[in-house]
Nanobody, 112 residues
Framework: EVQLVESGGGLVQAGGSLRLSCAAS????????IGWSRQAPGKGREGVSC????????YFLDSVKGRFTISTDNAKNTVYLQMNNLKPDDTAVYYC?????WGQGTLVTVSP
């Protein structure tokens, strides 16, 4: 059974940074595409970033380009989302996802 557990969310002031972690189990971490999505209050879910192990390609939502980075630690079966220069519009529940499986989410709140 594939399981994803996110952590690292919290309250931060605008301009601050957070690093989200997603610990994965139940699948081969070196043969995957895994990513992060978010859902802001009253809005739909949107893809933020993802990374592919097959070619190392990455994707970022336009509004986070230059501020967020995605990385993996295959030994720990963990994917990270480093978020810098956070803005109030980044406030959302952030979810890790792969192959149709979603974690429980972690809340990020950015104050003005």
């Amino acid at each position: 059974e594939v399981q994803l557990v996110e952590s690292g969310g919290g309250l931060v002031q605008a301009g601050g940074s957070l690093r989200l972690s997603c610990a994965a189990s139940g699948f081969t971490f070196d043969d995957y595409a895994i990513g992060w999505s978010r859902q802001a209050p009253g809005k739909g879910r949107e893809g933020v970033s993802c990374i592919s192990s097959t070619d190392g390609s990455v994707y970022f939502l336009d509004s986070v380009k230059g501020r967020f980075t995605i990385s993996t630690d295959n030994a720990k079966n963990t994917v990270y989302l480093q978020m810098n220069n956070l803005k109030p519009d980044d406030t959302a529940v952030y979810y890790c996802n792969t192959g149709g499986v979603w974690g429980q989410g972690t809340l990020v709140t950015v104050s003005p």
